[in-house]
């Protein structure tokens, strides 16, 4: 795998050549911090320009072409790390070296640009039509939140822990958020994004000096480069934790309990904190927490917890039976007590690392694995994956010790279920 | 040990047969770090009803998931979970209506991974203890799909596709059909369906493929496997006509969700195998209801829809295909949707742009270990072997050939399914 930087004064082109993937793939990153009020305008900007151009009017142009350079995939997404707000142009196709048609990589290249650079807008508005698909698209989005419990829980819990908080906005806002939205000033969101940092990484088997070179005919960005927005969320903490309830129409109740991580050094963010995420219960089936609730005393078919590292945040999860609620909690917190005191073995420590190395292995035969890599090295230092990997073989238990020692309760969030189901 | 060789796009199956009768396919790919085993056995959610020489057996709906379960636990004390995370390996596994799937997936000593997925799944160990313990675990299971609209969505559909057979049925089995479960019901099965004459076994990966086979056949060498009995299972009687033209129910949706199935009997397609039927459906599908379609392209421009999805199947003796779209104007889209029926068409460019599109993800195909050792499963179930010429296929399609279906095409048998929100 070969790495190089191309700086191009208003933006970077990051290329990764191998030849382990078929498809070659390209991701336009427009990067700024979270901003609460601005991010549903450009999640609905990213989904507007993807669906609409002055050349491909509509879904269905943009598919026809699609399908003729070969089943191209192009979409527009906007995500939310910590601090750090993107909005991305994911291309992949085809890896060049399959199509015999000369032409080709330059027609595919072009195609994310004839988006970006020429949308559909007459008098400084966006066609209407397009704005109406997108908006009500975003609407059923919204909505359908509502529909998944533990979605919904986490984002519930997240508001109630600090509703002013990066961790808690969310990149397709709400329903009021939307209405706010206009053909016309969603242009100034256009002119906008250009106001922000802009990286392009590719990896593939491609020639990247040309896609460097197609890409530099295609794409003048005019803002000179600004400084890498900062990742990190330094959320409040608690004193004592709070309680809050809630009640739903669902099934089953949803337990969240959110706690801060304080004063872990990167290394410890990066390396350690994984591992020991993994013994509690991101590791599955063999997890604490899977063996305490699950196999122990049958209260849930899966519990999870969830490592927001760039929120500073260790999010522990459950859907359950009303009744199980309490116990539930009372064994989390025994679990979390055991990890404070190191009540687990060696072995259990060696076995973790194994599969934590496995998971990273398999990152590495992943393109999309690999590229997201490139681009968290590049906006916050984290270590490649064969560097992770080798970090991951010194934690120890004393490691461990530390990063639980750094976790406090904020916030115990319950979803009730409804009074029907009892 | 065969090698087939994937014609036009440069891919090899290693393909070899225990004595006992497992099946074994392999695919190589040595630029990755990873392998991926997976040992279907062909027993799934839809044999609840089954027939061995003259006897008729009947289990409650849910048994081939519960034994999916179960299967993990190789005595009281040990389940196949240790053994996989001390290699630093993962493990799962799935039931679905055709069969149950156990999977592991490893960087490192993939014989002994593989052997011991053989090990626990070919395990006959079951306790009184062990299924009562599950038990508190799959209900919760189950009450997830309680929360789930679009399960909901699924089965209500299906129920109304469907009078009497077996896909109408939860794979879960409902909480009900989960507390009957007995360890008697559970060893049934096992011993009926468990036995390496109904199994295959697919590895794909970074492996060596004559390493895994000869460690494969020593270890079933060794083993005694009972005769298979050749169960059979018994399909229940079916309408042609669908089970209710029209409904409309209430369930936890944000907005309205219209559903619209076809079931077609497959008597009517009789010149065309099933390769075919889904080829040609797939390809008239994408021509009249895909993102490059005039009527997706329409509905989407006057606000009628906000988006659409479709899926086909075949199961048993009908082909279904299935409509979701999201969309408040229930009776608009009833009426074009069935007008659509009864026009469905292909031009000779659409139909070449959907053709080479088609062979071009072809090549894609072979990348991901995980995807292609679905693909080869896929294939096994759907034709029992491994389709070595789909390029050859795709490209000696000819244009009046598709023509000639959507004339004996008959896509009139439907049946509506509105879910409308809860509070609306």
């Known amino acids: 795998m070969e790495y190089r930087k191309f700086d191009l004064n208003s ?68 995500n939310k790390a910590g601090n750090l707000f993107t909005t991305s142009f994911v291309l992949e196709f085809i890896s060049p070296i399959f199509i015999e048609d000369a032409s080709y990589l330059e027609e595919v290249i072009k195609f994310p640009f004839e988006f970006i650079n020429k949308p559909r807008i007459k008098n400084r508005e966006f066609d209407i039509t397009s704005f109406n698909i997108v908006k ?105 934790y709070q309680l809050v309830k809630d009640n739903s129409n669902f099934v089953q109740s949803t337990l969240v309990m959110i706690y801060n991580i304080n004063n872990l050094d990167n290394y410890d963010k990066d390396i350690n904190f994984h591992v020991f995420n993994y013994i509690l219960g991101s590791g599955g089936i063999t997890s604490k927490l899977y063996q305490k609730l699950r196999s122990e005393n049958s209260l849930c078919y899966s519990v999870r917890s969830l490592y927001l590292k760039y929120d500073n945040l260790l999010v522990i999860e459950v859907s359950l039976d009303k009744s199980n609620v309490k116990l539930a909690e009372k064994l989390i917190r025994k679990c979390l007590k055991e990890m404070l005191k190191g009540e687990y073995s060696e072995e259990v420590v060696s076995d973790a690392k194994k599969n934590l190395i496995f998971s990273l292995k398999t990152g590495l035969d992943n393109n999309v694995s690999i590229l997201n890599n490139y681009v968290f090295n590049y906006f916050a230092n984290l270590p490649l994956i064969e560097e992770r990997i080798k970090g991951i073989m010194n934690t120890n238990k004393e490691d461990l010790i530390r990063c639980s020692k750094a976790i406090s309760l904020n916030t115990i969030y319950i979803q009730d279920a409804g009074d029907n189901n009892d | 040990m065969t090698e087939i060789n994937l014609q036009g796009i440069n891919e090899t199956i290693y393909y070899d047969e225990c004595p006992n009768g497992l099946k074994i396919y392999m695919w190589v790919n040595k630029k990755v770090n990873t392998f991926y085993g997976t040992l279907s056995v062909k027993y799934g959610s839809i044999y609840n009803k089954f027939k061995i020489k003259n006897k008729v057996y009947e289990t409650p709906s849910g048994v081939a998931h519960f034994l999916e379960h179960v299967k993990f636990n190789e005595d009281e004390s040990t389940t196949a979970h240790d053994y996989f995370y001390k290699l630093g390996s993962d493990t799962n596994a799935f039931t679905t209506f055709h069969y149950t799937n156990y999977q592991v997936f490893g960087s490192d000593n993939a014989k002994d991974n593989i052997i011991h997925l053989l090990d626990f799944v070919q395990n006959d160990y079951f306790s009184k203890k062990i299924i009562n313990n599950e038990k508190g675990i799959i209900i919760e299971e189950a009450k997830m799909g309680e929360d789930d609209p679009y399960t909901i969505m699924l089965f209500k559909h299906l129920d109304n596709l469907f009078k ?141 829809i906000n988006s659409m999805s479709y899926m086909t199947e075949i199961f048993d003796y009908y082909v279904i295909i299935m409509f979701t779209i999201d969309s408040p104007y229930k009776e608009e889209i009833n009426k074009v949707f069935q007008e659509k029926f009864q026009n469905i068409d292909i031009s000779l460019d659409t139909f070449k742009r959907i053709k080479k599109s ?39 399609l000819e244009y009046s050939e598709i023509e000639e279906f959507i004339n004996i095409l008959d896509l009139s048998n439907t049946s509506t399914l509105i879910l409308n929100p809860l509070d609306k």
């Open chain 1, 11 to 78: 933006y970077n082109i990051h290329t990764i050549k191998t030849d382990k993937f078929k498809t070659v793939r390209m991701e336009i990153i427009f990067s700024r911090e979270v901003a609460k009020e601005e991010m549903p305008f450009f999640t609905f900007l990213c989904d507007l320009l993807t669906d609409t151009s002055k050349k491909y009017k509509t879904r269905k142009d943009i598919a026809i072409r699609l399908e003729e350079l070969y089943k191209t995939v192009f979409y527009g997404v906007t």
């Open chain 1, 136 to 240: 009500r698209r975003m609407k059923e989005e919204i909505e359908g939140i509502k529909e998944n419990a533990l979605r919904l829980a986490l984002i519930n819990a997240l508001n109630k822990m600090d509703q002013e908080s990066p961790s808690a906005t969310r990149v397709l806002g709400t329903i009021e958020d939307l209405d706010k939205i206009t053909p016309s000033n969603l242009y100034d969101t256009y002119l906008e994004l250009f106001n922000s940092n802009c990286d392009i990484f590719i990896i593939g088997n491609a020639n990247m000096d040309k896609i460097v070179e197609i890409i530099k005919d295609n794409f003048k960005n005019r803002v000179i480069k600004l400084n890498k927005p900062k990742l990190l969320v330094n959320n409040k903490t608690r004193n004592k």
């Open chain 2, 164 to 304: 009497s057979s077996e896909y109408k049925k939860l794979i879960t089995g409902t909480i009900e059909d989960i507390k009957k479960t007995t360890i008697d019901d559970i060893k049934l099965v096992f011993d009926t369906f468990y036995h390496p004459k109904n199994m295959f076994l697919v590895v794909t990966g970074n492996f060596n493929p004559y390493e895994i086979v000869e460690a494969v056949k020593e270890n079933q060498n060794k083993k005694e496997f009972k005769e298979f009995l050749n169960p059979e299972r018994i399909v229940l009687k079916e309408n042609k006509k669908v089970n209710k033209n029209y409904e409309e129910v209430n369930v936890n949706v944000a907005s309205r969700k219209i559903k619209i199935g076809i079931k077609i009997p497959k008597k009517s397609l009789k010149n065309y195998d099933d390769l075919h039927i889904r080829i040609y459906l797939n390809m008239l599908l994408k021509a009249n209801f895909g993102n490059t379609s005039d009527f997706k392209d329409e509905l989407l421009q006057k606000e009628l």
């Open chain 2, 358 to 396: 088609n062979i071009a993800s072809l090549i894609l195909e072979y990348e991901d270990v995980e995807f292609v050792n679905n693909l080869i499963q896929t294939e096994i179930l759907y034709y029992g072997k491994i389709i070595d010429n789909l390029k050859e296929i795709y490209t000696n």
